[in-house]
């Protein structure tokens, strides 16, 4: 974490020698919102956004695997659409394949169609991503995994998600604090979900919020895709790997299991090298979900796994949510 994104959450007052710029980017989004706001293109099938308004990783990818899963359980065939952070497809709008690289589609796009197989399409213009979506597959309902700021982009139920812990930080826009909008934004949304519990959500959730707590799964090796209990290395040295908004998150999970973690955090969307996972100790490696997808291009990795994550999340969450799809789409929804 650099200098900067500690403090803001940390309590430091010097950010706010940043406060003119802090007043040229509201500016500048205030009046980007309201030219998309005039061109907004309106779908025709449920469209759900999955965000936040801070930077940094809050959980929105685990809730949106939850989300496929239940959608699907409802009848649904959802699709899903993200701007491919950090991608270099061939073409946009790109679909995003089981077997493709991180590098072309985006880690956070390909995690999600290795794990669930759904028809999700990358492209900067959410909008082209979408109508490909539409136009290419048999979906029924869309998830826009980020975009709540993307206006131009019509909506059916808006959904932000924040970190339980850090929360808002100052609650101050970029650059003196972590949000990408005001505070205020938060009471425009359908329904907010608190990442894991900590005082600086405690308000939030009092008035409503829905909580989620990400639970560690079986350990997969890189080796030859078996599945290996944590509790396999209670008690042992690991190097435990994160390139994620919140390696923190990651790194805790670990040492709740009775993990002794040697920790190696790297930038979000980092792309390895693999001298970056490589140490020469024998000793077990564990990365996130999120990392695997970018080392799998080293080939069998041994003494190396992955720990994917399982959002747990309130029924009354849902029931809210299917609320929402039949009052705002009687005509489209089950």
Request: proline share 7%; with cysteine; net charge negative.
């Given at each position: 974490?650099?200098?900067?994104?500690?403090?803001?959450?940390?309590?430091?007052?010097?950010?706010?020698?940043?406060?003119?710029?802090?007043?040229?980017?509201?500016?500048?989004?205030?009046?980007?919102?309201?030219?998309?706001?005039?061109?907004?293109?309106?779908?025709?099938?449920?469209?759900?956004?999955?965000?936040?308004?801070?930077?940094?990783?809050?959980?929105?990818?685990?809730?949106?695997?939850?989300?496929?899963?239940?959608?699907?359980?409802?009848?649904?065939?959802?699709?899903?659409?993200?701007?491919?952070?950090?991608?270099?497809?061939?073409?946009?709008?790109?679909?995003?394949?089981?077997?493709?690289?991180?590098?072309?589609?985006?880690?956070?796009?390909?995690?999600?169609?290795?794990?669930?197989?759904?028809?999700?399409?990358?492209?900067?213009?959410?909008?082209?991503?979408?109508?490909?979506?539409?136009?290419?597959?048999?979906?029924?309902?869309?998830?826009?995994?980020?975009?709540?700021?993307?206006?131009?982009?019509?909506?059916?139920?808006?959904?932000?998600?924040?970190?339980?812990?850090?929360?808002?930080?100052?609650?101050?826009?970029?650059?003196?604090?972590?949000?990408?909008?005001?505070?205020?934004?938060?009471?425009?949304?359908?329904?907010?979900?608190?990442?894991?519990?900590?005082?600086?959500?405690?308000?939030?959730?009092?008035?409503?919020?829905?909580?989620?707590?990400?639970?560690?799964?079986?350990?997969?090796?890189?080796?030859?895709?078996?599945?290996?209990?944590?509790?396999?290395?209670?008690?042992?040295?690991?190097?435990?790997?994160a390139g994620i908004g919140n390696p923190r998150r990651f790194y805790e999970s670990l040492k709740s299991q009775g993990c002794e973690v040697i920790e190696h955090s790297f930038a979000d969307h980092h792309q390895y090298q693999q001298d970056d996972i490589t140490f020469g100790d024998g000793l077990p490696v564990i990365m996130t979900e999120k990392d695997a997808v970018k080392c799998r291009v080293f080939g069998a990795l041994s003494h190396t796994y992955f720990m994917p994550v399982d959002a747990v999340l309130p029924t009354t969450l849902f029931e809210r949510l299917g609320n929402l799809l039949r009052e705002r789409t009687?005509?489209?929804?089950?």
């Amino acid at each position: 974490m650099s200098r900067l994104e500690q403090a803001w959450f940390d309590g430091s007052c010097w950010p706010y020698l940043l406060w003119p710029l802090t007043c040229v980017f509201t500016g500048l989004a205030h009046r980007k919102k309201a030219h998309d706001l005039k061109q907004q293109w309106q779908p025709p099938i449920p469209l759900i956004v999955v965000g936040n308004i801070s930077v940094g990783g809050t959980g929105k990818t685990p809730f949106t695997l939850a989300l496929i899963e239940h959608l699907r359980e409802q009848g649904y065939t959802p699709g899903v659409v993200s701007r491919g952070y950090k991608a270099n497809p061939p073409s946009t709008p790109f679909r995003v394949s089981p077997g493709g690289v991180a590098e072309q589609c985006g880690d956070e796009p390909l995690m999600i169609v290795q794990r669930t197989n759904v028809p999700l399409f990358i492209d900067p213009d959410r909008v082209q991503a979408c109508k490909a979506l539409i136009e290419q597959t048999s979906c029924d309902i869309i998830i826009s995994d980020d975009g709540l700021q993307h206006y131009r982009m019509g909506r059916t139920v808006e959904i932000a998600i924040i970190d339980g812990v850090r929360g808002l930080g100052n609650e101050r826009c970029l650059p003196v604090g972590p949000l990408r909008e005001p505070p205020n934004r938060l009471d425009d949304v359908d329904l907010i979900v608190v990442n894991g519990q900590g005082t600086a959500t405690q308000k939030i959730v009092q008035e409503g919020a829905f909580t989620m707590r990400l639970v560690p799964n079986t350990l997969v090796s890189m080796f030859d895709s078996s599945y290996l209990d944590i509790s396999r290395f209670s008690g042992q040295r690991i190097h435990a790997i994160a390139g994620i908004g919140n390696p923190r998150r990651f790194y805790e999970s670990l040492k709740s299991q009775g993990c002794e973690v040697i920790e190696h955090s790297f930038a979000d969307h980092h792309q390895y090298q693999q001298d970056d996972i490589t140490f020469g100790d024998g000793l077990p490696v564990i990365m996130t979900e999120k990392d695997a997808v970018k080392c799998r291009v080293f080939g069998a990795l041994s003494h190396t796994y992955f720990m994917p994550v399982d959002a747990v999340l309130p029924t009354t969450l849902f029931e809210r949510l299917g609320n929402l799809l039949r009052e705002r789409t009687p005509q489209l929804t089950n």
